[in-house]
């Protein structure tokens, strides 16, 4: 039986190594496969503001751009 590979969440699509397994593939004692996932991207957006009553604003917000669980 093949697996098939289910991503956790933040991740999706991505490849095996060193290809992938098809019913044609000779079994053989020790082989490895292994499914590696890419983390999605993300878009963050940062906003400085006080901790007043009307959100004052300190300075202009910004957006980076990044993948998930990136440090």
């Known amino acids: 039986d093949i697996p098939v590979p289910k991503a956790n969440e933040g ?3 991505g490849s095996w190594t060193p290809t992938e397994p098809t ?3 000779k ?3 020790g082989a490895k496969y292994t499914y590696t996932f890419v983390a999605q991207e993300r878009s963050l957006k940062v906003n400085y503001v006080m901790d007043d009553e009307k959100g004052t604003a300190l300075k202009a917000p910004y ?3 990044t ?3 990136a440090a």
């Open 27 to 29: 079994v053989e004692d």
């Open 23 to 25: 019913e044609e593939t």
């Open 11 to 13: 991740y999706e699509g």
């Open 67 to 69: 993948s998930y669980d």
């Open 63 to 65: 957006t980076e751009a």
